[in-house]
């Protein structure tokens, strides 16, 4: 399985392969009880085994984003919704620097959903 969700990203073209690397480091990081796994084909992160966001990149403009399972719980003017009901992803611009106080507020307040009992874990 390591293997398998290390290959999604060694196989991914820079400069996208950098910032999944830096994205994934970065929600490991959050919290000792975030995992990772792979779910239809894609980097899935648990808290407690219970699913809260994926990376992936575009299809039409190739660009890397996280998606937030429980998005319709938090509000931020960078989130989209598109035609979701529950997820809302942050698209990352992989030629720019991350938006680190973004992607950390919004980690934050994804996983206090599951932490504040919120959202089952």
């Known amino acids: 399985m390591q293997d ?4 999604y990203y060694l196989n991914k073209e820079e400069p996208n392969q950098s910032c999944l690397l830096a994205l994934r480091a970065i929600i490991l990081q959050q919290d000792p009880k975030v995992s990772e796994t792979r779910k239809w084909g ?11 966001c994926y990376l992936w ?3 039409k ?11 319709k719980h ?5 989130l989209e919704e598109g035609n979701r ?9 992989p030629n720019k620097d991350i938006p680190i106080e973004v992607v ?18």
Request: with cysteine; glycine share 4%; aromatic share 12%.
């Open 4 to 7: 398998q969700l290390d290959n």
């Open 42 to 52: 894609m980097p899935c992160f648990c808290y407690n085994k219970k699913m809260f």
């Open 57 to 59: 990149t575009d299809k």
């Open 61 to 71: 403009n190739n660009e890397p984003y996280i998606l937030f399972v429980e998005g």
């Open 74 to 78: 938090l509000n931020h003017p960078l």
């Open 85 to 93: 009901a529950r997820m809302k992803i942050l698209r990352i611009n």
């Open 104 to 121: 950390y507020e919004l980690l934050k307040e994804a996983l206090d959903l599951y932490r504040n009992g919120v959202i089952k874990a």
